[in-house]
Nanobody, 126 residues
Framework: VQLVESGGNLVQAGNSVRLSCAASGLRFSTYAMGWFRQAPGKEREFVAVISTSGRSTYYASSVKGRFTVSRDNAKSTVFLQMNSLKPEDTAVYYC????????????????????WGQGTKVTVSS
């Protein structure tokens, strides 16, 4: 199984970035997909999750209304659209996959996830 994130960049506050995570080696449509982030000197934290069908999503309060998670099951890819970026959004962003079968269950705790990507860095300057 491979999860490969891309799209990380250095941007100014207020701008937008779109992250992608391409999955291979798994039946993508049976996995809920989550995004997590880790800022320097801090623990990894939950950002967003989307269910297998895309019908269910959930966001951390710190990003709700600014970030949008979506997926394309035909392309085995999950996206994170990040708008109105703030310096405190600076972190390495990771995508993760959690097997949920044919359900629309979602999970926000990192220990629930089966597979992780290597991360992509987003730096937001003030």
């Amino acid at each position: 199984v491979q999860l490969v994130e891309s799209g990380g960049n250095l941007v100014q506050a207020g701008n937008s970035v779109r992250l992608s995570c391409a999955a291979s080696g798994l039946r993508f449509s049976t996995y809920a997909m989550g995004w997590f982030r880790q800022a320097p000197g801090k623990e990894r934290e939950f950002v967003a999750v989307i269910s297998t069908s895309g019908r269910s999503t959930y966001y951390a309060s710190s990003v709700k209304g600014r970030f949008t998670v979506s997926r394309d099951n035909a392309k085995s890819t999950v996206f994170l659209q990040m708008n109105s970026l703030k310096p405190e959004d600076t972190a390495v962003y990771y995508c993760a996959a959690k097997y949920t079968g044919n359900t629309d269950d979602i999970y926000y705790r990192s220990y629930n996830y089966n597979y992780w990507g290597q991360g992509t860095k987003v730096t937001v300057s003030s």
